[in-house]
């Protein structure tokens, strides 16, 4: 009779157990899943598995006197069998006979100090199953397999059968023990990598929670640097409005970080885990305004080859910053009207009304009150918007806050551009102080930006603008000289701008309307071509008529 075909539709159980096996994840799990699988065929007397571990109960551990290390041996963590003795043995208990075992000690500790299988001839010489031969006579026990855990060099346990038949006669049995002791060696070496990860997972997240506490001590309100009374008063406001769904409208002069008090308002805020949107009203063609706010179907319009959704869509759940809001055009302030009243919208070219939820921060440098009076900007959505109004003092009348954003933007432009940090000597300091700042802390930025690039050593040489705010006259020699502001007369707004509109006009002419370049108009009034740029469109001057 061949052995081998009599068993064989066992293996096939064992090929579905190694199935199995693939899909837990869970060591505990698969341990216990492969003994009480193992156990279920019918010549199988008993299976246990030992994972090798530091050694805990040395103390106590019948086999003390054997253990030569004292450091580590192998633990009981799995066991299923049936036992046939009278009384039975309670092959399940993890604490009893072989609870401990240490390494090269017994059939089962040399095969993890050998890190391979014991020969048939081994164990029938071996003195520990000799002196356990009572016990397996009345077990009827004729064969053990015992195959180490080995993953790669590593050992991690050893995984023993104790079988009803010889284990000389099966010699696919062997083979099966052998796939199964590689997979769960596998399994477990997975399982110890996933812990880790988690282990590394859970110390950077701590880490940065720890990270994020210290930077929320040194820095409560995030890029917003300063201890002026008046800055203070607008942090103080910050928070109590931001936890609210209100509305809020920040008003300031170019420059003076209305954004950084938006994102702040956000961040703050019950939606600080969605998304805040963005809006520039003041870069946006004249005749894409609908679709940038609501969006648009494929075909709406020439040019709409695909659908596209708008910001008020994307910012559902969060937070629409609309920056610069008093270059709206008129007619689109209606609509935006009722998306805030409503929280209903239609995209260009579509039927379908679509209902948001977005909190508005809106933002103007612009005298709001004065061009509703001039009829460029609605009342009510001005009351709409106004619910909650935040005011950003001028960086001039906030001296106490230069030293400090002088300082962070020394170390942060320096760490861009991987330099050291510069010393900025006192007399620099003053500098910075007593200037007027027309650009607020945008142009304070670009200060020290450009004084870092243009330093060649490690003391900061500061590099100002002409002031802006002094106009230019033409002499006879047909050089724009720079002019003390007359000291007997206060200018009021209209005046000043009269003034500064004329002062461009003159120095445009004098470089024929050319803006960029050395010998270029930004260049001769000491500003960035870019804020040049802005206050031609501020003032509606005509370039092409300047060149005539």
Request: hydrophobic fraction near 35%; proline fraction near 4%.
């Amino acid at each position: 009779m061949n052995i081998n075909s009599t068993y064989q539709p066992e293996f096939e159980s064992l090929k579905a157990l190694l199935i199995e096996m693939a899909m837990e994840r869970s060591v505990d799990v698969l341990l216990n899943l492969i003994v009480n699988r193992m156990v279920q065929r019918p010549h199988i007397a008993l299976v246990r598995i030992w994972l090798k571990k530091k050694a805990d109960i040395c103390n106590k551990c019948s086999m003390f006197k054997l253990c030569g290390q004292k450091k580590e041996c192998l633990h009981l963590v799995a066991s299923k069998g049936d036992s046939i003795s009278m009384p039975p043995h309670n092959f399940s208990d993890l604490n009893g006979h072989g609870q401990r075992i240490p390494m090269g000690v017994t059939c089962i500790g040399k095969v993890a100090q050998n890190k391979k299988p014991l020969s048939p001839e081994d164990i029938k010489s071996d003195p520990d199953w000799q002196n356990r031969d009572n016990w397996a006579k009345g077990e009827h026990l004729l064969g053990f397999g015992g195959q180490p855990l080995r993953f790669k060099d590593d050992v991690f346990g050893v995984i023993a059968i104790y079988s009803r038949i010889k284990s000389d006669r099966v010699k696919e049995g062997r083979f099966w023990l052998n796939m199964i002791a590689n997979h769960t060696a596998a399994a477990i070496a997975n399982a110890n990598a996933f812990r880790q990860i988690d282990h590394l997972k859970s110390q950077l997240e701590l880490e940065n929670q720890y990270l994020k506490e210290e930077i929320n001590q040194a820095r409560s309100f995030g890029s917003i640097i300063g201890k002026s009374p008046s800055l203070m008063n607008i942090l103080n406001q910050i928070e109590l409005v931001a936890p609210t769904d209100a509305s809020v409208f920040i008003f300031g002069e170019s420059g003076t970080g209305k954004e950084l008090a938006a994102r702040e308002i956000h961040n703050r805020s019950l939606r600080k885990d969605k998304p805040m949107i963005k809006v520039n009203c003041a870069s946006i063609p004249g005749e894409l305004y609908e679709s940038e706010f609501f969006g648009h179907i494929k075909g709406a319009f020439t040019g709409a080859v695909k659908n596209r959704a708008g910001r008020f869509q994307a910012a559902d759940g969060g937070t629409l910053f609309l920056d610069e809001i008093g270059e709206l055009p008129l007619a689109l302030q209606g609509k935006l009207l009722r998306v805030l009243q409503e929280g209903a919208y239609e995209r260009i070219g579509e039927d379908i009304t679509r209902h948001v939820n977005v909190r508005i921060i809106a933002a103007t440098n612009k005298n709001i009150k004065q061009e509703i009076k001039q009829g460029r900007f609605r009342q009510d959505l001005y009351y709409r918007l106004n619910v909650f109004p935040i005011e950003i003092e001028p960086l001039r009348n906030r001296k106490e806050d230069i030293r400090l954003l002088t300082y962070h933007f020394l170390e942060k432009i320096s760490s861009d551009m991987n330099r050291d940090i510069p010393d900025i000597s006192s007399a620099g300091m003053k500098q910075l102080i007593s200037y007027h700042w027309p650009g607020n802390v945008r142009e304070l930025r670009n200060i020290i930006e450009r004084s870092i690039i243009t330093s060649g050593d490690m003391n900061l040489k500061l590099t100002f603008p002409d002031n802006e705010q002094q106009p230019l006259s033409y002499n006879p020699a047909g050089n724009y000289l720079k002019n003390k502001a007359p000291t007997d007369k206060v200018l009021t707004d209209k005046e000043l701008n009269r003034f500064v509109k004329k002062n461009i006009q003159a120095a445009l002419k004098a470089c024929n309307g050319k803006i960029y370049g050395k010998d270029g108009a930004a260049n001769l009034l000491g500003c960035v071509p870019t804020t040049l740029c802005s206050r031609i469109k501020k003032f509606n001057i005509n370039i092409l008529e300047i060149k005539k």
